[in-house]
């Protein structure tokens, strides 16, 4: 393969999928539907947190932010894949694919520090009720959020420096739906070890980092909720955490099923397929967890569409 020196006029090819023209209809009209119920439900989640003063309280300033995120999540992908099902064209300029891989690592990351974070909210509410309003004031609610920001938008530039440094070859094609920063470096002719030992350590620091905070979070969690006497007193404590260990549990499995898939088959094919669970319908059920198992939610989402009509 011979390297291409103008990257600026370079155009990847994202094979998605299937190659079959008669499933391209249904693949546009099921990730249509699921791209809008995502939007939409996340949606409703953040004005029914706006709209209601009983939900202003850090537990659902987090969800809220989360719910943004997910949105911009899903819209990082899908969009761009639906107008390549409809236009036929398989293809993403150089530009357009660095950037959309930034951002797909920005709000990816976000979710990840979102989770943790949201953790902690459990654990000070639990272990320290009484103190709870004091920590958890809103200067450390945005400190914590800014900062989650900050990190995240920090290594999404690092990864997309790193790639913007590699020279690419003539075979461009990325069996994928969306510009994946593994599945794009390798498709350079440069040497990408350095890329490699940066791709990993982030990887394994910015994911073992929060998850070791939510770990560490749930353990204490556990423990307070064994220390109450009443049966009553048990389910209450455990039902305020119920939904966020839902996200944590849906987010962390399908991202490990992801890789695990994808090393088993060593098929690339599998990993787009795999990821479809945490680009798409992670995002989608999240909405449906917290509207399902909480309570003040439901009624907060009542009130909001029944003051629509």
Known sequence: ?????????????????????????VLCGLFLSMYLITVAGNLLIILAIISDANLHTPMYFFLSNLSFVDICFTSTTVPKMLVNIQTKRKTITYAACITQMYFFLIFVELDN???????????????????????????????????????????ALLQSVMVLRLSFCKDLEI??????????????????????????????????????GI????????????AISTAQGKYKAFSTCASHLSLVSLFYCTGLGVYLSSAASHSSQASATASVMYTVITPMLNPFIYS?????????????????L
Request: charged residues 15%; hydrophobic residues 50%.
């Open 175 to 212: 069996p994928h739906f969306f510009c994946e920063l593994n599945q794009v470096a390798q498709l350079t002719c440069s040497d990408i070890f350095l890329n490699d030992v940066v791709m990993y350590f982030a990887l394994v620091l910015l994911a073992t980092v929060p998850l070791s």
């Open 1 to 25: 393969m011979e390297p291409r020196n103008s990257t600026r006029l370079l155009e990847f090819v994202l094979l998605g999928f299937s190659q079959d023209p008669d499933l391209q209809p």
């Open 215 to 226: 770990l560490y979070s749930y353990s204490k969690i556990v423990s307070s909720i064994r």
């Open 292 to 308: 399902l198992r909480n309570q003040d939610v439901k009624r907060a989402l009542k009130r909001l569409l029944v003051g629509k």
């Open 113 to 155: 520090f979102l989770l943790a974070v949201m953790a902690y909210d459990r654990y000070v509410a639990i272990c320290h009720p009484l103190h709870y309003t004091n920590i958890m004031n809103r200067r450390l609610c945005g400190v914590l959020v800014l900062v989650s920001w900050i990190v995240s938008v920090l290594h």
